[in-house]
């Protein structure tokens, strides 16, 4: 079992050496973002996981822009005004995307609905047919009545 542990492979992250920026606090926030924004090669995967070379430059960039004293929002607005909502691993609310966001909402609802319309037409209705007079005898018997 620990050799297994030891030889499985661990998370293989793509940034480089030296990509990573001397300053601790600015490396996390770069990380941060990284793992937001999607690959625009591999495309499930983020720029963080990914070892393509569009992943490099864009790694890249937004260390750029960290070091210049942009804020982690104008770091990702930045890269969303050149590479669109696309480029994005969680597509943000807005009214192009409301239909994304509000669909799984909307379908449960109506999901609920439609079960308690059911519930409700099916809950005056008999379930089965009487019983004959040779059944009820027999059942009687089976009680001991």
């Known amino acids: 079992m620990l050799a297994l542990t030891l030889l499985s492979p ?11 920026l ?10 941060t973002i ?4 999607r690959c625009m090669v591999c495309q499930n995967q983020s720029i963080d996981d990914s070892n ?7 790694r890249l960039l937004v260390r750029k822009r960290l070091v210049d004293g942009d804020s982690d929002r104008q770091v990702v607005d ?4 050149r590479y669109g909502e696309f480029v994005l691993l969680k597509p943000r609310f807005s009214e192009k995307t409301w239909l994304l966001w509000g669909a799984p909402i909307a ?7 439609s079960l308690v ?11 089965g047919t009487r019983l004959t ?12 009545k």
Do not use: H, M, Q, W
Request: charge should be negative; proline fraction near 8%; glycine fraction near 6%.
């Open 10 to 20: 661990l998370p293989a992250f793509a940034v480089n050496p030296d990509e990573v």
């Open 22 to 31: 001397p300053d601790p606090a600015l490396e996390a926030r770069a990380r």
């Open 34 to 37: 990284s793992a937001e924004l």
């Open 52 to 58: 393509a070379d569009l992943a490099r430059d864009l």
């Open 78 to 81: 930045y890269i969303v005004s």
């Open 107 to 113: 379908l449960f609802v109506l999901g609920g609905i």
């Open 117 to 127: 319309v059911f519930a409700r037409r099916r809950a005056g209705k008999p379930t």
């Open 133 to 144: 007079a040779e059944e009820e005898t027999r059942l009687d018997e089976i009680l001991g």
